[in-house]
């Protein structure tokens, strides 16, 4: 069965829960590997993120509840 950027998403969310952080690269490493090239992107900087929509979704699955740390490249609970 196809992964779809809810099930990217929903990964992410657990993950989050789990650890209380969830660091961009490890998080790009596993979604290539588990889910695939389609959820990654290399932006205009040069660096490898999440797929748009999967970040889309993740946002409305914590609610607010998490927040970005641009200098740490991860997310963690606010």
């Keep these: 069965m196809e992964a779809t950027a809810e099930d990217v998403a929903q990964w992410m969310l657990q993950q989050l829960r789990f650890a209380g952080i969830l660091y961009q690269t490890e998080a790009v490493e596993y979604i290539r590997r588990h889910y695939g090239e389609q959820f990654i ?13 999967v970040k889309k979704r993740f946002k409305k699955l914590h609610g607010g509840k998490a927040a970005w740390d641009r200098d ?5 609970w606010t």
């Design 72 to 76: 740490g490249f991860f997310w963690g």
């Design 41 to 53: 992107y290399t932006g205009e900087n040069g660096n490898v993120s999440i797929d748009k929509e």
